[in-house]
Structures are given as structure tokens and as C-alpha cells.
């Protein structure tokens, strides 16, 4: 694979996106559920979750988890499980319910209709934590998304919902922000 520096190129090849700038690959695995075909929105931020199988089996099963989403009729637009590969769940285009009852910081209520989110597999468990490929996967992933949209928020679901949620889970969000701004740097 040829690299290119400070270019996006975007090859389809199959149903697998690869964005030569930085060797990011995405699965396209589309649901139907959990979202809202949309034109013409404004993506402003991007929100990082967590989530597992609750049901029987391997918690870390994507099969399962989306079977989850349907059950509850949500979605994101992407999901990067526990080897950190990205899929593509939803076209950034349109909207995925993902931020749920949630405010921005600048008080925008409506934040499925403004955001990205990304979901890293990963328990609630404190022994459990995202694993150095996701988080390798979610930062090459939020600053190809800062490429192509003015981004104003980067956040944890956490703080749009504190009253009701967690996530993402055992995450050293500092440590995230950090490699964030070093791969800015470069």
C-alpha cells in the first residue's frame, strides 16, 4: 500500500474503505434500525460510547450487539470492536440514534442531528478497558472525521448525559486527547 501524507485519498475496494493517509479501513456492515436517512446536516461533534452483548455468549460478539441496537432501535455510525476494526454502521450523512435524551455544551439539545457517534466494545467491568487497537483504531478514525467536518466537540456520551450515562467505560480520556493533539502535530 502506497501512504500519502497530508492527503485523503478514499479507494473503495469491496465493502471495505481504506483511506490511504493513514491506512484506515472501515467494514461497511449498514443497519436499517437506530437511524434517519438525512441531507443536508451539520456535523459538529462526535461522541464516544461503550457497549457490550448483554445477552448470552461472547460479550464481545458484534453480531449480538446489533442485534441489541435493533431490539432498542438505536444505532451508531461506527463501532470498533476489541481488534479495532471499524464498522461502518450508519452513512455519516444521516442520522443514527445514538446520544439519545443529551445536551451539548453549548445547550444544543438535538445532538443525534449534529454528531458522529463511534462505539468502542468494551464492558462496564473495571478490569475491562478499550484495548490499544481501539484506541489506536478511534483516533486515526475522529481525525479523519476532523479532516472533512468542522468538529467543534469531541466528547464522552458521559458529558452529554451525565445523569444517565457512563460511557465509554475504564477509558483514559486524557491519554486519548493527548494522542489526538501529538497526531495533529504531525
Known sequence: MVKFRNLL??????????????????????VHFGMRPETGRTIEAIIIHSVFNKSA???????QILKQFRQYHVSSHYLISRNGKIFRLVKERDVSFQAGKSCLPDGQTSVNQCSI???????DDISDKPTDKQIKSLTSLVKNIQHRYTIKYILRHSDIAPERKTDPWNMDW????????DETRN
Open 9 to 30: 485519498f478514499l479507494i473503495l475496494v469491496g465493502t471495505t474503505t481504506v483511506f490511504a493517509n493513514n491506512e484506515l479501513k472501515i467494514v461497511d456492515r449498514s
Open 57 to 63: 455468549g461472547d460479550k464481545y460478539s458484534v453480531k
Open 117 to 123: 457517534g463511534i462505539e468502542l466494545v468494551t464492558t
Open 174 to 181: 486524557e491519554e486519548f486527547q493527548k494522542k489526538l493533539s
